[in-house]
């Protein structure tokens, strides 16, 4: 029997889906703004979504059978489509201003540390106040502390930093053979926590750092040794018994700093070529740290709108040269060429076109 396709109007643009599909999910088809942010909800992970609220649509139309608006916004990520649902999300100034109001519940706790933390440049709160914050705050209480909770040798817990999505418990309850750790407490005391101070040492336990959208679970063998927007992220995969081996290594010259899953645009693990998700295990994440360890397959290109696209040199799109147009085709003598000025780099090399990671013979000593 065929699959029944429904047609939803997001943002004024129509797409068909299967009964059954998220807005969230219809809006990711479309792609770019017209995709809710989304803090909690992970494609991957079971029962995820409805925490955060970052994912909050209007519903202008109900259905074709039902066209009544929806009086009160709705989680994208939980709401399911019907056929000639109409949705605004970046049309919307009612939602604008719904998700300008949950950042800043979202960073009425959350430390402003970011500076460092580990988790800048990837962290998906960082970019939602980016687009969607105020500048200040209106909050005048204490923020929250916590008792610290030691969580073993590869994985660094800031409470402070968390936003409580419950991402990390779904996947240790999925991915792994025992859930150690989970949210105790409630309301304003909630906390993630281990039960009775338990180190997370399951096979696959490090794939809660991944899903972290925060900067709350980093890693600890990668813990302030570099900016991520220095590092220069790498496709590699290895043969592992445990796991599907395919890997993002993130390099600075031939020295791996980091290890982690591949991510796809929406900052979620990717699917293995060899079928399932890419969920890596342990010894890939943390023990792995030559480069010998693994087969290189080339740079990764980053889709993600982020600041460590700002370090991926395939598929670059440089703005238009307008100088020596308004010049009448002269070159600008004033302007400095920083390639040619600084040094850095020896002459014969050009960093923008290196379709390869930057090697310390690639500068001068
Ligand atoms: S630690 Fe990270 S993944 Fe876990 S609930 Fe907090 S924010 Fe979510
Ligand atoms: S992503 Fe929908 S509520 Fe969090």
Redesign the pocket.
């Known amino acids: 029997m065929s699959e029944q396709l429904m047609k939803v109007t997001i943002d004024n643009i129509t797409v068909e889906v299967p009964a059954g599909t998220t807005i969230?999910q219809a809006a990711r088809k479309i792609g770019g703004d017209v995709a809710p942010p989304?803090?909690?909800?992970y494609s991957k992970l079971q029962g995820s979504?409805?925490?955060?609220?970052?994912?909050l649509v209007e519903v202008s139309k109900g259905s074709e059978k039902d066209p009544r608006p929806m009086p009160k916004l709705v989680?994208?990520?939980?709401t399911t489509i019907m056929d000639g649902m109409e949705v605004k999300n970046i049309t919307s100034d009612r939602v604008l201003d719904a998700r300008k109001g949950v950042v800043e519940f979202l960073l009425i706790n959350h430390p402003l540390d970011c500076p460092v933390c580990d988790q800048a440049g990837e962290c998906h709160l960082q970019d939602l106040s980016y687009e969607h914050g105020a500048a200040g705050t209106r909050y005048e209480f204490q923020r929250r502390t916590f008792k610290k909770h030691d969580l073993g040798d590869y994985i660094q817990l800031h409470m402070t930093r968390c936003i409580l999505?419950y991402r990390c418990v779904f996947t240790a309850d999925q991915l792994t053979k025992t859930r150690e750790h989970g949210v105790l407490d409630r309301g304003d005391h909630a906390e993630i926590a281990t039960f009775i101070e338990k180190n997370l040492q399951n096979d696959f336990i490090g794939n809660v750092i991944d899903v972290c959208p925060v900067g709350a679970l980093t890693d600890k063998t990668f813990r302030f040794k570099n900016r991520v927007w220095f590092t220069k992220p790498v496709d590699a995969h290895r043969d592992c018994d445990t796991c599907c081996g395919e890997v993002q290594l993130w390099m600075r010259g031939d020295e791996v700093f980091r290890v982690t899953a591949r991510k796809d645009e929406w900052g979620e693990v990717k699917e293995s070529t060899k079928g399932g998700t890419g969920w890596i295990c342990n010894t890939c994440r943390f023990e792995k740290k030559q480069v010998s360890d693994w087969v290189i397959e080339g740079p990764t290109k980053v889709n993600r709108h982020s600041v460590i696209s700002q370090g991926h040199y395939v598929g670059l799109t440089k703005p238009e040269e307008t100088m020596p147009k308004v010049m009448d085709g002269r070159s600008p003598k004033l302007l400095m060429d920083i390639h040619t000025v600084s040094e850095v780099n020896k002459p014969s090399i050009e960093l923008s076109k290196l379709d390869r990671p930057a090697h310390s013979t690639d500068f001068n000593q």
Do not use: P
Not at 75 to 78: G, L, M, P
């Open positions: 969230l989304a803090m909690c909800y979504g409805g925490k955060c609220r970052t994912c989680a994208s990520c939980r999505c």
